[in-house]
């Protein structure tokens, strides 16, 4: 089974940056994809980045231009930089792998963008 452990988030500014972190352990013979999701309080859960291990990258349409998602596969690690934050990015985030998928999501950073 693999694990996986998200780090960063934090209360912003709108217009602030954030990275978080995505680190897979356990049994990880072969992680093909890493993506990002978000769920905001009262919506459902949505894709926000993801990324192949060839490095095809993929993003949802609010986010384009302002996210990145990179990953470092020598340390399992997925990254997403968030740039140009706004109230609606306002969200907890998780990061989910393939094979591997996770149906129990745990918990992931909190990201608060606000004056």
């Known amino acids: 089974q693999v694990q996986l452990v998200e780090s960063g988030g934090g209360l912003v500014q709108p217009g602030g940056s954030l990275r978080l972190s995505c680190t897979a352990s356990?049994?990880?013979?072969?992680?093909?994809?890493m993506g990002w999701y978000r769920q905001a309080p009262g919506k459902q859960r949505e894709l926000v980045a993801a990324?192949?291990?060839?490095?095809?990258?993929n993003y949802a349409d609010s986010v384009k231009g302002r996210f990145t998602i990179s990953r470092d596969n020598a340390k399992n690690t997925a990254y997403l930089q968030m740039n140009s934050l706004k109230p609606e990015d306002t969200a907890v985030y998780h990061c989910?792998?393939?094979?591997?998928?996770?149906?129990?999501w745990g918990q992931g950073p909190q990201v608060t963008v606000s004056s």
């Open positions: 356990g049994m990880i013979f072969s992680i093909n994809y």
């Open positions: 990324i192949t291990s060839g490095g095809s990258t």
């Open positions: 989910n792998v393939r094979p591997g998928w996770r149906n129990d």
